[in-house]
């Protein structure tokens, strides 16, 4: 364990006695740095008048005592952080609310080509998120092929439109959901240039009741186009997760999803193998790596960015999603322990982020 890792670890001692919830999941610890024994942090305080800010500057000190040397060794600063909520949103030069001033993570899932059990991730990590006792949202930013509704059991469902106009996405296993599915007759194609595309998303982000959610997931359509270069330049992503298979072709378009990511600056959390192996069921134990083996692992490797997990194929999977019944909400089967120790990994991963890089802040990108 790394000294950073070791800190992080620490400081999910500190709890908000009120909530229950510890100071990495509150989004409290910015500028995380541990150097030549030293450790720098600053603590964000959200609510300045509660008696938890009072106390977890202490708090933080006390965890991180046995890490050093010496107790002029950690220095604190704490920050009153009094913008974020109620912020505003400005789109096409409109002023709006932005739908996401309650959302503390928004995670990017995608992939560079289609095919590769993308949306089958998306859905099953957000279930996995909300049964640990995460607020989920999901939006399924794919406008010509969604397929969230299937996967939730809720084709027919249409959300609901408040008083303010805004969008109430429909909420199932615990995941507020939202999709271009629910809004269109699924015998029919959505056969729509670009900025009618660019417009449908901007709305489904901005216009939209989610309420306080600890993770909003976006399941990304496959490729590196409009709707990728939308979502960075509407919202701040807190992070990606590129989903791949183990063969050449489809790692090869995972490098340029990872490519893309950085190109804007949003962190990459980590690559996800799916397909991995196939385990006969009459045959627990036999292993057939159908498309490759360890693909995704060395090209995390060779990127330097963590392999958050490998997800083998499950014909249950298939019937699960297809029945509208995601495989996470099957406690202990052998799926829903993968999905549920992939959502940990993103949990750990997204702190990390959160804890010693920047806040990400929507993306610019000049037209020449």
Same mark, same amino acid.
């Given at each position: ?7 992080l ?32 942090? +600053? ?8 008696? !938890? #800010?009072? +106390? ?9 005592l046995?890490l050093?040397?010496?107790p ?17 949103? +400005? ?6 609310s ?9 995670i990017?899932?995608?992939? $560079?080509?289609?095919? *590769?059990?993308?949306? +089958?991730?998306?859905?099953? /990590? #957000?279930?996995? %998120?909300?049964?640990? $006792? ?36 429909l ?5 507020? @959901?939202?999709?271009?599915? !629910? @809004?269109?007759d ?23 009741? &989610?309420g306080? @959610? ?14 990728? /270069?939308?979502?960075?330049?509407? *919202? ?34 980590? %690559?996800?193998?799916?397909?991995? &192996? !196939? ?19 060395? /090209?995390?490797?060779? @990127? ?34 993968? !999905? ?10 997204? &702190?990390?982020?959160? #804890?010693?890089?920047? #806040? ?9």
């Amino acid at each position: 364990m790394s000294e950073t890792e070791s800190a992080l670890s620490a400081l999910k001692n500190v709890l908000d006695p009120v909530t229950g919830k510890h100071v990495l999941r509150m989004d409290m610890i910015r500028d995380l740095r541990v150097e030549n024994g030293n450790i720098h942090l +600053t603590v964000q305080i959200h609510d300045p008048m509660s008696s !938890f #800010a009072m +106390t977890v500057e202490d708090a933080c000190r006390e965890v991180l005592l046995p890490l050093v040397s010496s107790p002029s060794d950690i220095r604190i600063s704490v920050d009153n952080d009094m913008i974020g909520l109620g912020d505003e949103l +400005t789109v096409d030069g409109d002023t709006q609310s932005d739908g996401f001033s309650g959302a503390r993570n928004i995670i990017a899932v995608a992939s $560079g080509k289609g095919g *590769v059990g993308k949306s +089958t991730v998306s859905v099953n /990590l #957000a279930v996995a %998120l909300a049964r640990q $006792g995460y607020s989920v949202g999901l939006v399924d930013t794919d406008i010509y092929g969604p397929s969230i509704p299937v996967m939730f059991g809720v084709e027919n469902a249409k959300p609901k439109v408040a008083e303010n106009r805004r969008i109430v996405p429909l909420e199932r296993y615990g995941v507020k @959901l939202l999709s271009m599915g !629910f @809004l269109v007759d699924p015998e029919k194609a959505v056969v729509w240039r670009g900025p009618m595309v660019t417009s449908a998303i901007k709305q489904f982000l901005s216009d939209t009741e &989610w309420g306080e @959610l600890d993770f909003l997931i976006l399941d990304l359509p496959p490729g590196t186009g409009d709707i990728q /270069l939308t979502i960075v330049q509407t *919202v701040p992503l807190n992070g990606a997760v590129v989903v791949s298979t183990p063969q050449r072709v489809a790692l090869a378009d995972a490098r340029k999803g990872v490519a893309m990511f950085e190109q804007v600056h949003v962190p990459v959390l980590g %690559l996800v193998e799916n397909m991995a &192996w !196939f385990e006969p069921p009459d045959m627990p134990g036999r292993r057939y790596h159908i498309f490759g083996e360890g693909g995704a692992r060395a /090209l995390a490797e060779e @990127l330097n960015v963590p392999l958050l997990g490998e997800l083998p194929i499950d014909e249950g999977v298939r019937r699960n999603c297809d029945d509208g019944t995601p495989a996470a909400t099957f406690e202990g089967t052998t799926a829903a322990t993968a !999905f549920d120790a992939l959502a940990q990994r993103v949990t750990e991963e997204t &702190w990390r982020r959160n #804890a010693t890089r920047p #806040a990400t802040q929507k993306v610019e990108i000049l037209r020449r």
